[in-house]
């Protein structure tokens, strides 16, 4: 197959580009699922701009520097945020409701920002921009999108990307070149044994691409949310970081306000897992609130289908695997150090995040970086095609079964050795634990490709970057903490 632009990936930033995109040529998407399952949908809080005439791009910047320690580029922070007001416009324009208050968008804060700045839709803002986005995607008539299939790995020659292999939901394997391949895959997640990432956060941008020779960066730095409702099951619902921003209090088992809740997530993350040693850790509005029903009809109405009404009951939480703030190193554009492959979105390191991510930052960036990288990218007209061998791919129900075996062992070692807490002695056993499961899943290889067995491997090379990056880092930085 050929195509002009190549997206891997279907959340936010991907959806962007490709609508930009369609404008200079044709577009391919093609995604391991459906569309719309990403953790774009999955995102509750908003998105941050400087809207309001109290707010300031200089608050804003220092807000984003400060949450990060300092290890932001502060370049790339200024870039985002000045254009976050643009962003804030393409979203309305493409047809997101913002919610509003007389005529004015209504904006919320979270931890870390020092003014209202979140622009939101109810408890689903990520869900109503995907919507909007898959919708205009669906009927743009220079867009493919290719659902259920997965991208296995790069085309390369001489540090120059020429397409991907992909694996159709037939379990046929093909083919794609294009003059620009972008990687929009998202998150790590599903490397912890809990978190908020939906089945498909499996690194696979981010392995793929490492593989073929890009740079990446800040692996060390997994954003923890501090609150997931503690009894629903993996991957763990989230509650978001709004609730603390409209009021709400975390107690501990005595029912003691322990931390204050509008810290950065790093260092409330830390202070529930500690806490949850003496016993369980509550999220609780300080009075009988009846109008969060309206405020977050999602959270109310899941939390409802476990008995408990948000809005008197204690709400029990546990910290969850939720962000990274490094991945594949790009510039301002999105370009990577290899020819003609970009990069964005949560995939990325573009710096903005530094040690640790400002809530709400992550759509922005989606956004902001997706509607740049378009400038730098122009189709060619004519392709290198490469003759290339076929491979079998095997729909083996046994090498899918001890690959999943495999990759639970994965998600334990990363939960218990380069947690939310780290140390020396732990990363260095969870390396070795790492290289054990390298080995087992090398002897399953054999002369057969098999889908879930190529997925596990780019969750464990992800799971071995991140532990690397971490044992680097002798001191404890953002959301890296050393013991």
Known sequence: MQ??????????????????????GHVTIVTKKKI???NTNKAQGGIAAVIDKEDSFKKHIEDTLK?????NDKKAVEFMIKKGPEAITRLIELGVEFEKEQGKLKLTREGGHKSKRIAYVGDFTGQEIESILVKRVRQHPNIDI??????????VENKKVHGAKIILKNHRIDYIFADAVIIA???IGQVYKFTTNPSIATGDGIAMAHRAGAVVKDMEF???????????ASPKFLLSEALRGEGANLLNSKGEKFINELSPRDIVARAIYKELENGQVYLKFPKQNLSLKNRFPKIYSKLKKYGLDLSKDKIPVTPVAHYLCGGIKTDLHGRTNLKNLY??????????????????????????FSNQVVKDVKPSKKLKIFSIKHEHLTNSPE????????????????????????STRKLSEGLKKLKKIQTKLASLNGKVLNRDLIETKNLLETAILIVKAAMKRKTSLGCHFME
């Open 36 to 38: 719309a399952e990403t």
């Open 222 to 232: 997994i954003q923890f949310h501090p609150t997931a409702f503690a009894k629903s």
């Open 343 to 368: 990069a964005f979105g949560e995939t990325t390191c573009t710096g903005v995040h530094g040690a640790n991510r400002l809530a709400s930052n992550s759509l922005l960036e989606a956004v902001v």
């Open 399 to 422: 090498l899918s079964r001890k690959s999943k075996i495999l990759r639970k062992q994965i998600q334990e070692t990363m939960w218990q050795n380069c947690g939310i807490i780290r």
């Open 146 to 155: 290719f659902e259920n299939t997965f991208a296995a790995d790069l085309i």
């Open 3 to 24: 195509t002009n632009f190549l997206v891997i990936g279907s959340g936010i930033s991907g959806l962007n580009f490709a609508l930009h995109a369609a404008n200079k």
């Open 185 to 187: 895959t998202g998150g």
């Open 67 to 71: 949450a990060g320690s300092y290890h």
